[in-house]
Structure formats: C-alpha cells, structure tokens
C-alpha cells in the first residue's frame, strides 16, 4: 500500500466522512493510521493534525460543494489505478466529486452492473438520490447518448402495493426516491431494471 501527494488537492470534505486524530501530526503515522483503514481515501495534515478522509462507493454527498478550499493532502493508492485515482481513465462529467461514464456497448442490466463494478477503485452502476444528481444525469444523458436506453443502478427487489414500491439503488442497497421517477413510471409490476429510456413522441 503507498499514498500519493497531490500537493493542491481538494480539502472539502464534509465532516461526517473525516476524522481527526489530535494527537497525531506526523505525515508518516498518519499514512499508517489511513492503512489500517479500509474506507480511508486520503489523509492531510494542512490544519496541523492528522485528518482522515473515509467515504466509500456508497458514500453520499461527501464533498461540501460550497467550499473550494485546497491543500496538500495524501491520497491511497488503488489496485489498478493511476497513483492518486479513485477511478478509471475515461470517467468525467464530473458533479461535486463524483465522476460518469457511459457505456455504449449492448448487453443486459445484470451484464452492465457487472461491467461497472468490475472497474478498480470506487466505480459502480450510477444510481440517483437527489434532485441535483437526477438532473445531471438528465443533462448527461441528453448530451452523450440521444436516443438510446441506459441503464440505471435501479433494480426491483420485491413487489409492493404500488409500482414504486421495491426498489433500490442495487449496488448500496438504498431505496428508490419516488421523486426520481418519470410520470406515469415504471408503467407495471413486472419491470425489474431501471433505465433512462428516450421520450417517445405521441
């Protein structure tokens, strides 16, 4: 395990996902202390003492997007990835910290949620839990793929009283906002994959 030093790295983090550790200001027993942690990101000592950064894939809303303070910080090295990468080349489209990719290549819902979490370090199916999240999804997708399906971490897990009812962001296990969903979707109890479809015109 190493770490890479971005020397003007992003110090935004909100802080339910950091953790000072006050007796700590030496920059190698704070990398030691990050090792021992399998969800610490990162660690800075720009305030002085040590200061964990701990979020994984299914962290929400871990940077603060208000703030643009910068530092020099200590990122942990990913298997597969370039040093101080949380994620593969080709993902952008970026949105407070979390990057996109689109897959154009055809396959089922079970295929692509493979393909994705089989990338190295934080990748997943993208889900969709907030209002700012769904329309950059929205923008993204009526930038980068007109016309075609893609597919959402969205999946039905059991059925419920209503079409809504059942499901979840599948890769964290967090359940589907109503709010997310187009009108008059999903249209029956037996769609199980989500998918951001194109408007067909009447």
């Known amino acids: 395990m190493g770490f890479r030093q971005v020397s003007s790295g992003s110090l935004c983090i909100r802080s339910a996902f950091t953790r000072t550790l006050a007796g700590i200001a030496s920059e190698l027993q704070c990398s030691i202390e990050c090792g021992r942690e399998p969800s610490c990101q990162a660690f800075t000592t720009a305030d002085g003492p040590c200061q964990l950064f701990l979020f994984d894939r299914c962290s929400k809303s871990v ?3 208000g703030c643009s303070r910068r530092g020099r910080l200590f990122v942990k090295r990913q298997p597969g990835l ?3 990468a949380l994620c ?3 993902y952008g489209n970026e949105l407070c910290g979390v990057k996109y990719r689109t897959i ?6 079970s295929a692509q949620k493979l393909r994705c ?3 190295s370090g934080l990748a997943m199916l993208a889900d969709v839990t907030d209002s700012p999240e769904k329309s950059h999804v929205e923008a993204m997708y009526t930038a980068l ?3 075609v399906a893609v597919y959402l971490g969205g999946y039905r897990m059991f059925r419920g009283a209503a079409q809504t009812d059942g499901w979840l962001w ?3 296990n967090i359940t589907v906002d109503k709010r997310v969903w187009a009108a008059g979707e999903p249209t029956d109890f037996e769609e199980k994959a989500m998918a951001r479809h194109t408007t067909l015109r009447k």
């Open 63 to 65: 940077r603060d997007c």
């Open 82 to 84: 370039e040093p101080g």
């Open 88 to 90: 593969p080349p080709g």
């Open 104 to 109: 154009s290549t055809t396959a089922s819902w």
């Open 117 to 119: 979490e089989s990338d």
């Open 145 to 147: 793929s007109p016309g």
């Open 170 to 172: 599948a890769a964290c």
